[in-house]
């Protein structure tokens, strides 16, 4: 089963760039997807399929894969970034959704 | 506008049970996989149960397997969780979340607000 890795917390100042890590054996021959959760509220797809961003997600989000890595990279960080953020992938082999173990991002 | 609309949450002593419903609108329901999602207080996003469109297949996290029945009624755009025997553990937000629908991947692109589930004596 996946065991999907994340950083619990990055920190970031306003207008720098936030890097936020998955980290799981070839999680580059996997989708890994997005969601970014702000206190109180439900999670929201940022990145979907690596690298794809739904409609109303701002360019500055995005994602990569390759390797051991996945990447969600969020440009020009503003005060509403501030949240935690999941990646998630599928697991064939279970049919079950996994979930990373979350990143709380903080804007300084 | 696609919704869904959880209820149904509440607080339930242990070894009770509780059901769960979500009502989707904006969407053709019977066309997509729909799961359930949760949360316990302060912690990290945990799939629970996942369900086929036409209803025949069900998918069941380890942690609630045996304990926990998904279902789902087209023609009422409606999906349920079942919840017995009922943990502490199992206190969190439970969130409907609907699958995307692409052939090549699983991935919730839509979420309800989620409904908060209790477990105490």
């Known amino acids: 089963s996946y065991v999907l890795t994340q950083p619990p917390s990055v920190s970031v100042a306003p207008g720098k760039t936030a890097t936020i890590t998955c980290v799981e054996n070839?999680?580059?021959?996997?989708?890994v997807h997005w969601y970014q959760q702000k206190p109180g509220q439900a999670p929201v797809l940022v990145i979907y399929?690596?690298?794809d961003r739904p409609s109303g997600i701002p360019e500055r989000f995005s994602g990569s894969n390759s390797g051991n890595t996945a990447t969600l990279t969020i440009s020009r960080v503003e005060a509403g970034d501030e949240a935690d953020y999941y990646c998630?992938?599928?697991?064939?082999?279970?049919?079950?959704?996994?979930f990373g173990t979350g990143t709380k991002v903080t804007i300084l | 506008e696609v919704q869904l609309l959880e209820s149904g949450g509440g607080l339930v002593p242990p070894g009770g049970s509780l059901r769960l419903s979500c009502a989707a609108s904006?969407?053709?329901?019977?066309?997509?996989?729909m799961s359930w999602v949760r949360q316990a207080p302060g912690k990290g996003l945990e799939w629970v149960s996942g369900?086929?469109?036409?209803?025949?297949?069900?998918y069941y996290a380890d942690s609630v397997k045996g304990r926990f029945s998904i279902s789902r009624d087209n023609s009422k755009n409606t999906l349920s969780l079942q919840m017995d025997s009922l943990r502490a553990e199992d206190t969190a937000v439970y969130y409907c979340?609907?699958?995307?629908?692409?052939?090549?991947?699983?991935?919730?692109?839509?979420w309800g607000q989620g409904a908060m589930v209790t477990v105490s004596s």
């Open positions: 979340a609907k699958d995307s629908g692409s052939e090549s991947y699983r991935v919730l692109d839509i």
């Open positions: 904006g969407f053709t329901f019977r066309n997509y996989i």
């Open positions: 369900i086929s469109g036409s209803g025949i297949s069900t």
């Open positions: 070839n999680i580059g021959f996997k989708s």
């Open positions: 399929y690596d690298t």
């Open positions: 998630q992938v599928w697991d064939t082999d279970r049919d079950h959704y996994v």
